[in-house]
């Protein structure tokens, strides 16, 4: 089996400027010691730090890719916004949509970043690779057709899916995002169609705030391909297995992919400074264990891992290597230092049957058991 790692230094230079979380630095916002915002190349740089350092990263087939095409990019977005993407970057930067900022070559940076996607689908499609991760920096998934927003200068995976529809080598693609972030970008690209199934799990009301509701489904020709599980602040371990395995994967047997690209964030991870959710590296691990199985049986195990949020410096190399060292079926493991105290910091019973309530209800109105 081959596992395919796609990375590239050069997305780690991404930079957005002197930020503190996600405000610029001004009037009463201190300048925080690190610097910048949350979407910091650290958390990723460290991830691959720690497969080279667990001996994790030679058994991957570690490679770059090379940057999105200008044709792969208009499949998703309009010329207007690439344009100005572009006069911006060369400019020394800038930001044209929501908490988006970005410094000199950040159009560069985001074309690789979305390579990075592109190729691991291809390559994954093509059978040259069983799955495969790419870790893409900046992330992809709240971007919309028309403007940055939320950290994602452009949406990697939907210009990945767009490239294998033209290439003719898939017509059926499932997308599941487990970042605790509403994935609204990519919902907004395929609210329409039929041909890509759209699931998102996280945190209701988090971010975006007025996006992510149970009850949008898809609209036209989309309607019921696009499946959104909002889950309450301190959702576990528990939780969030419990919602995979009644709402996601009988949504994802029903549409029978030819593929299934994953959103990839640790942000649901208990450290995380931008969520209230309680995951753990394990979690991390039996996601991909479960949808692992799931591909296996549907789509000849085609599987690829985009990744997105997760912003705890110590934390999120730990869920990382947990889900890549899953995705390669390999012994080769970092264990988690902390993963006794946060199993201990785990919903009591009265919340897990709380939760099970939220999810039974969500289960009966899409006729699921």
């Not at 920096?137 to 452009?154: A, M, S, V």
């Not at 997760?310 to 999120?316: A, I």
Request: one cysteine or more; proline letters at 6%; a negative charge.
């Amino acid at each position: 089996m081959t596992t395919g790692f796609f990375w590239d230094e050069r997305c780690f230079w991404h930079g957005g400027g002197n930020y503190a979380q996600y405000l610029p630095v001004g009037g009463l916002v201190q300048p925080m010691a690190a610097g910048g915002l949350p979407e910091s190349p650290e958390t990723k740089r460290r991830l691959k730090n720690m497969l080279d350092v667990t001996g994790l990263l030679s058994e991957l087939a570690a490679q770059s890719a090379p940057p999105a095409t200008m044709e792969d990019l208009r499949r998703v977005h309009p010329e207007a916004f690439l344009t100005e993407f572009k006069r911006l970057s060369d400019a020394g930067g800038g930001e044209i949509g929501i908490r988006t900022p970005f410094g000199p070559g950040g159009f560069e940076m985001a074309t690789l970043s979305a390579g990075l996607a592109c190729t691991a689908l291809d390559k994954v499609l093509a059978g040259e690779l069983d799955n495969a991760y790419a870790l893409s920096r900046p992330p992809g998934h709240h971007c919309l057709p028309d403007k940055p927003n939320g950290f994602c200068l452009l949406a990697n995976i939907a210009i990945a899916v767009e490239r294998a529809y033209a290439a003719k080598t898939a017509s059926r693609i499932a997308v599941l995002d487990w970042d605790v972030h509403h994935g609204n970008g990519t919902e907004a690209i395929f609210y329409d169609r039929a041909d890509v199934l759209t699931i998102s799990m996280h945190q209701e009301r988090n971010y975006p705030q007025d996006t992510g509701f149970f009850g949008d489904r898809g609209t036209g020709a989309g309607e019921g391909f696009n499946l959104n599980v909002p889950l309450p602040a301190g959702t576990g371990h528990k939780g969030y297995l419990e919602a995979f395995d009644r709402l996601v994967a009988p949504a994802l047997t029903a549409f029978e992919p030819d593929a299934i690209v994953v959103a990839c964030g640790f942000d649901a991870g208990l450290m995380d400074p931008l969520a209230r959710m309680m995951a753990t590296a394990e979690t991390f691990r039996a996601l991909t264990e479960r949808t692992m199985a799931l591909a296996d049986n549907l789509c000849g195990g085609k599987l690829v891992l985009v990744h997105e949020g997760g912003y705890s410096e110590f934390y999120v190399p730990f869920c990382g290597h947990a889900t890549i060292q899953q995705l390669a079926r390999s012994s080769t493991a970092a264990p988690d230092p902390v993963a006794e105290n946060f199993m201990a910091r785990q919903p009591d019973a009265r919340f897990d049957a709380f939760l099970s309530g939220i999810i039974g209800e969500m289960a009966e109105t899409l006729g699921y058991r």
